[in-house]
């Protein structure tokens, strides 16, 4: 989350004066804890990570869900909840090389006015 690219698309970075602003959904909705996606509580992200980082703990949240701004936000959807999901293997085999995000988004209808 302190990168500079997913500080510039959540509004908190201007990049050669221009900026952008998206709802990053775990911040509207996760649980409160870091929501990391990459650990090296998974075989190949431990092992990534002793290759690539020399990290024996290393944990980062590398996946995100990004909803458009503040003018269609919350006006036309809200992210009711957000999870990380595919953390745990099944049989023994893990689904992917990382962990997903999950976000439930309640979709809103605008009201016309005749």
């Known amino acids: 989350p302190d990168a500079s690219s997913i500080r510039f698309l959540t509004g908190l970075q201007s990049l050669n004066g221009r900026s952008?602003?998206?709802v990053d959904a775990?911040?509207?909705a996760g649980n409160r804890s870091p929501g990391y996606t990459h650990t090296c509580d998974h075989p190949?992200?431990?092992r990534i990570a002793a290759e690539n980082f020399r990290e024996v703990d290393h944990r980062r949240r590398l996946d995100y869900i990004l909803l458009g701004g503040p003018v269609q936000y919350p006006k036309y959807a809200q992210v009711t909840a957000?999870?990380?999901i595919l953390d745990e293997p099944?049989?023994?085999?893990?689904?992917?090389g990382h962990?997903?995000?999950l976000a439930d988004i309640a979709t809103i209808q605008p009201t016309i006015v005749s």
């Open 20 to 22: 952008t602003h998206f």
């Open 90 to 96: 099944v049989d023994g085999i893990w689904a992917t």
């Open 99 to 101: 962990y997903g995000v």
């Open 44 to 46: 190949l992200g431990a």
């Open 82 to 84: 957000c999870r990380v």
């Open 26 to 28: 775990w911040r509207a």
